[in-house]
């Protein structure tokens, strides 16, 4: 637009708001301003004209959590939208086609026993295509694979028979052979057997008939017996880790942009993640991609979800709301320093999704009660659950599996995981409490939301504030015109700050607020809630001591049973209605993460990762290496785990801390609590960094509360830094300068 066009636009734009003709003189303008009390009742938001260009317009959009809101809708964007499906439904018919064209992934496992000098033997006869062999080793063997001779190994060998131009075969061996080594201790529980991976390269397969493996020990007294299974690989390969980066990064924009609900990126990301498998040969089966999916958590989710919504039937969540307004005596930051603390200790002893579940309802009927918006107490109380599960063994799954890895339980106990970690996350807790304290207390009129008429106010002066803003100044007809919107929007600013709703007035209108609130917000069935209470108050227990070896079940089974139990008990016939209160959604989008994040672990990415920080470690001075290993695992853990679901990433990384152990000798400890501080505290750095996270946002969005990636980050990234920080200081002064359970 020209500026003599931008320049009429402005002059005549009153005119156009209202319909009236344009006014053809500054005294005409002058009459139109004059009376700011008519034209703000008059004003309404549908008939607001553009000031970007001829086709934006503005709408009314009411929403339940903060009131009548602005929202921008463009008539061109009709065009943009059929390109983001066609691009979308182009990427998923492309997984699909993928999927369909190659065939699923199969794997030849053979029992191989190796004794004495002995030498065993596996023919490969369907070698088309092969230029990867992959290998897989399950045993009673040491969880890595050594390039040299050692005594008491079992060399691993690939060699190729090759047909000469004379037309006699020939045995050529393929790339360096490798050793595995048995352990002392012996299972026959396939599940504490130890698993290694090796990929060997064919640089040709030229006049190739067949390939062997051969597996012979290094020395009179060695004996081995694993089990090995083999499968070729595309030269493709080469290149997966390449490509899980791009498939994350194009998850993550879809996720961040909010181009789609996150639910749908996840799943889209998962097929994507399927088909490239498949391109390189891996594709997997029905059976596999299901047994991805933690149908654990996905258990405990479900299970709780009904049991809260059977909890709040009873108006038990409001009337724990009345009750904490009560406590916190009408004051805002008491209150929000009360559910942080409270969450935090929950979460500490019960896993912090169940925390989530049970304390964000309540957390919402008080933001209501006290004109607070929710969506920024919401993501505190979240971010002080993920430090609260740190603290315990059972209180944030990395922290569980951790605890149950037959390569660390046996040197870390839960006591001891529990007393290093416990310490470091009440520095934690204060840290982060500070830093909330720095950024909300000093304005605690942020956290307040205003009722749609003082909002309608203070968008108006906003806009009107645009217009004298890009109002050119050039005649002294320009210059009145520029000066009376101005002191238009200076004079709707003040009718709005006039009825804004102050911490103050809040505080001041407890003691009048608090009957009516007792009047309106009670019990509304007392024998429900004593039934709920029950059998809540059982699973809770059986969460507290499900780690005992005398129970054999898992939070997951104790969710279903006490939901299933509940609905019995209270003889709930509305299945329709009940089921319509569980987050489907939520539970979609962990399905389809759990998927695309083991895509990402099948194409290399995170045992790529892991093998960086041993090179890295390893290749270190001796003097400094424990304080850098500490540095380097929890930093990447923590930047990591904020972008990937902290769960399988904790579990790829295990086995990398015990090899990093084994080849430098130092103390296994203070790598496993950098780890677990890494994973839990890193969570908190995004949306999608931590199950907790999207728990409550989920929650947040059925209450009409919707939080953006963008806005969790804004939030959590800083906290993340934070508490990250603090833990890595306390993990120097604990393991490198005192020294404490440095075995």
Known sequence: MSEKDEKSRLMDYSGKMYGEGEPSTVLQLRDWLEDPYEQVAELPSQRYASIDDGKLQMRR????????????????????????????????????????????????????TSCKAGMKSITIEDISYCNRLAIELLGNIENKVYDEPINGTVRIKLVKTVISDTGKPYYVPVDDPVYIKPTKERTTKLKDMTKVEHLFTIDSLRNCTQMTLTAVPVGEDTCASVNLSYQCRSPAQDYSVVVALILLVVVYALIMTEIVHR???????????????????????LEMILGWIDWETLALLMGMMLMVALLADSGFFDWAAVKMYEMSKGRIWVLITLLNVGTAVMSAFLDNVTTILLITPITITLCQVMHLDARKVILAMVMFSNIGGASTGIGDPPNVLIINSPLLNQYITFGKFTAHMMIGAFFCSITAYLY????????????????????????????????????????????????MLAGKAAHVKRLAEERLVTPTEVTETYKVNL?????????????????????????????????????????????????????IVIDHHDMEGLLHKVEWATLMFFAGLFILVECLGQLGLIGTLGEFAATLI???????????????????????????????????????????VSETGLPLEPLVYAL??????????TLIGASANVVAVGIAEEKGYKVSFFEFMKIG??????????????LLICHCWLEWGNH
């Open 618 to 660: 390893t290749n270190i001075s001796p003097d400094y290496q424990l304080p850098a290993a500490i540095s380097i695992i929890i930093w990447m853990a923590a930047i990591i785990s904020a972008f990937i679901d902290n769960i399988p990433f904790t579990a790829g990384i295990i086995p990398v801390i015990s090899q990093i």
């Open 436 to 483: 909330f304290w720095l950024m909300l207390k000093r304005s605690s009129s942020s956290l307040l939301v205003q009722d749609s008429e003082v909002q309608e106010l203070l968008r108006e002066a906003e806009l009107w504030q645009r217009i004298a803003d890009r109002s050119y100044i050039g005649t002294a007809d320009e210059t009145a015109v520029k000066d």
């Open 676 to 685: 677990a501080f890494g994973a839990c505290l890193g969570g908190n750095g």
């Open 717 to 730: 990234f800083p906290v993340m830094l934070v508490t990250v920080t603090t833990a890595h200081i306390y």
């Open 61 to 112: 959009n009411t929403t339940d959590s903060i009131g009548d809101t602005i929202a921008y809708t463009d008539s061109s964007q009709s065009p943009i939208r059929l390109a983001k499906v066609a691009a979308l439904s182009s990427l998923m018919l492309v997984s699909l086609v993928t999927s369909m064209f190659y065939i699923e992934e199969s794997k030849d496992s053979y029992l191989v």
């Open 263 to 285: 639910t749908s990126a996840a799943l889209l990301g998962a097929s994507l993640g399927i088909a490239a498998l498949s391109i390189l040969n891996m594709r997997p089966d």
């Open 515 to 567: 009957p009516k609130l007792r009047a309106q917000y009670g019990i509304r069935d007392k024998g429900k809630l004593v039934k709920t209470a029950t059998v809540l108050i059982v699973c809770i227990i059986l969460f507290f001591i499900y780690s005992l070896p005398i129970i054999h079940t898992t939070p997951g089974e104790v969710a279903m049973a006490g939901a299933i139990a509940l609905i």
